[in-house]
C-alpha cells in the first residue's frame, strides 16, 4: 500500500516543479531572444550609418571640385593666373607701332601651363593673341580647342568657325579658322591652331593685322615664325620642338608667300570641301 501510494507523490512533485519551473524559463528565453534580436538590429543600424557616412565622405571632395566658382562651373576654373614667373617665350620683331603687349602665364593644379600673348591697339582693343599650351594630366578633360578658340575671338557668344585654309610655319602646317557669321570686322579676323601630336602641344590664337585677308595669313605665319623660346624650364621635350622648328625659320618675306598661293589647300579663301567646325 506504501509504494502503491508513493508513486502519486512523486507524480505530484513533478508535476508541481515543472508548473513553477518551466514557465520562469520560457519567459528568461524569450527575454533573451528579444535582447539579442534588438541588440543585432542596433548593430546593423550602426553599420548602415557608418557605410553612408563613408560614401557621404568620398562624395565631398568631387562635390567641392564641381562647385562652380565665381567666374564659371567649368573645369576651366582651375586655371590659375601666375604672378611671379619668368618668361618662357617671346615673339621678336612684332610690329609694335601703337600697340601694347601683355604677357600672362597661366598653371593648372594638374601640371598643364598656357603663356598668353595679347596686342592691344590704340583704342585699348584687342587685334591679336597667341598662346602656347603644354599640357598636364588634365588635358583629358580640357575642352575643345576650336571652340575655346571661337570665344576667344568672339566673346559676345557666336562661337562657330569654318575652315580659312592653311599656312606654313616653322612648327609646319598651320590651320586658319574664322567665324561663320556675324559682324564684317569679327570676320576679318583669323584664328589659327597647330598640334604637335608627338607632344601634345598645341598653339592658337588669333589675330586681325593685316588690311586684306592675304595680309592676315602672312601676318599669323611671321608671328609664329618670330616665336621664340627664351627657357626650356627643364622641359627636354620643348627644347626638341622648337630646335626642329628653327631648322624650317624663314622671314617674314619668304613665309608670307606661301599664302598667296591659290590652290584649294591654301588659297586664300576659305576651302570649298570643309564647312563649320
Wanted: hydrophobic share 40%.
Amino acid at each position: 500500500m506504501q509504494s502503491f501510494s508513493a508513486e502519486p507523490a512523486k507524480s505530484h512533485y513533478k508535476s508541481h516543479y515543472t508548473t513553477r519551473i518551466h514557465p520562469a524559463l520560457t519567459s528568461f528565453a524569450d527575454e533573451v531572444r528579444g535582447t539579442l534580436a534588438r541588440l543585432v538590429a542596433y548593430v546593423m543600424t550602426l553599420a548602415l550609418l557608418a557605410i553612408g557616412g563613408m560614401a557621404m565622405w568620398e562624395q565631398l571632395p568631387d562635390a567641392a571640385a564641381m562647385a562652380p566658382s565665381a567666374r564659371d562651373a567649368s573645369l576651366k576654373d582651375a586655371w590659375s593666373l601666375v604672378d611671379r614667373s619668368s618668361r618662357a617665350f617671346a615673339v621678336s620683331q612684332f610690329d609694335r607701332h601703337d600697340k601694347t603687349e601683355a604677357y600672362e602665364i597661366f598653371r593648372h593644379p594638374k601640371g598643364g601651363r598656357r603663356d598668353v600673348f595679347q596686342w592691344r591697339g590704340a583704342d585699348k582693343q584687342p587685334v591679336a593673341e597667341l598662346e602656347i599650351y603644354r599640357p598636364g594630366s588634365e588635358l583629358g578633360h580640357a575642352g575643345p580647342a576650336i571652340a575655346e578658340i571661337a570665344a576667344r575671338m568672339d566673346p559676345g557668344g557666336l562661337r562657330e568657325l569654318e575652315a580659312a585654309g592653311l599656312i606654313d610655319s616653322k612648327f609646319g602646317t598651320v590651320t586658319l579658322l574664322r567665324l561663320v557669321s556675324g559682324a564684317e570686322a569679327a570676320r576679318g579676323c583669323l584664328g589659327f591652331m597647330k598640334r604637335v601630336s608627338d607632344f601634345h602641344f598645341r598653339i592658337s590664337g588669333w589675330s586681325c593685322q593685316g588690311d586684306n585677308l592675304p595680309a592676315r595669313r602672312a601676318a599669323i605665319s611671321c608671328m609664329l615664325n618670330r616665336l621664340t623660346l627664351l627657357s626650356t624650364g627643364n622641359d627636354p621635350k620643348l627644347a626638341e620642338i622648337f630646335a626642329r622648328a628653327e631648322l624650317r625659320r624663314a622671314d617674314c618675306a619668304t613665309s608670307a608667300m606661301p599664302a598667296l598661293s591659290a590652290d584649294w589647300l591654301t588659297g586664300r579663301d576659305n576651302p570649298q570641301l570643309r564647312g563649320a567646325f
